[in-house]
């Protein structure tokens, strides 16, 4: 590898690390008001009560106990902390134009996604006293709790970036596949890991949606930043 290569590395891992450090930042500056962070779990279950969509315990129980929820508290894990880095890693070689797509729009979509977790702290469905477990800790040997809490905000619920980050690696990875059916694969990592998000108790069906809405955000960002930039070039040449 070139020493540029090496240098444009460095500045990616930097570019990452940075609004990580911000994320981190900006979790520990709202800190948690239980009371509100119960209470738009509260919220957010009596919307999908009256939508019809409150299914987290029945998804929990059809696939608690067994190979399946085992496999998807892993997946849980290995969406954020494996797959992802994974994934951007492999664009960055392979397929630079895909990876500053996927790089934007997870940055992007995590910015977006910063104010919301600031406003809006939410419990998970395990930590919100509705009958759900804590299957990730059960399962996967890794807890949710106690000092693990120091690599992620155990109150932001929604959105759910695990799901808004897994359609958007999905996508990448089809656009950057040669091989049909890595490309399906990419196309069905969205949906396991919103299944995995719900079935572990981490997730609200809410989540996902505005997990997803997240990144469609985020992919969106750049050529919208792009064309108001482009406008205003415009509208300063004189006439």
């Known amino acids: 590898m070139t020493s540029l290569n090496l240098t444009r590395g460095r500045a990616q891992l930097l570019l990452f690390a940075g609004v990580y450090l911000l994320y981190l930042t900006g979790r520990w500056a709202t800190g948690s008001d239980m009371v509100a962070v119960l209470a738009h779990a509260d919220w957010v279950m009596e919307l999908e009560r009256g939508s019809g969509i409150a299914v987290e315990r029945s998804v929990q129980r059809a696939l608690d106990g ?18 992802l880095p994974g994934a951007l890693v492999w664009l960055y070689r392979a397929a630079p134009a895909v ?24 419990a998970p469905p395990r930590l919100a006293g509705i009958g759900l477990n804590d299957t990730v800790s059960a399962q996967a040997g890794f ?31 089809y656009a950057a596949s040669r091989r049909p059916i890595v490309g399906a694969l990419g196309l069905l990592w969205g949906p396991l890991v919103s299944l995995s998000v719900v079935a572990t108790g ?35 040449v004189p006439a």
């Open 99 to 122: 990876y500053g797509r996927l790089r934007d729009t997870v940055i992007a979509a995590w910015l977006l996604a910063l104010p919301i977790y600031a406003l809006f702290p939410t």
């Open 143 to 173: 807890a949710l709790t106690g000092h693990s809490t120091i690599f992620y905000n155990p109150i932001a619920a929604v959105p759910s970036l695990h799901c808004g980050f897994a359609f958007a690696v999905g996508a990448a990875v």
């Open 66 to 83: 067994g190979v399946v929820i085992w496999v998807l508290s892993n997946v849980y894990l290995a969406a954020q902390l494996v797959v």
């Open 202 to 236: 981490n997730h609200y069906l809410f989540d996902v949606a505005a997990g997803v809405l997240a990144a469609l955000a985020g992919y969106a960002a750049r050529p919208a930043w792009e064309r108001l930039a482009a406008r205003r070039r415009l509208a300063a």
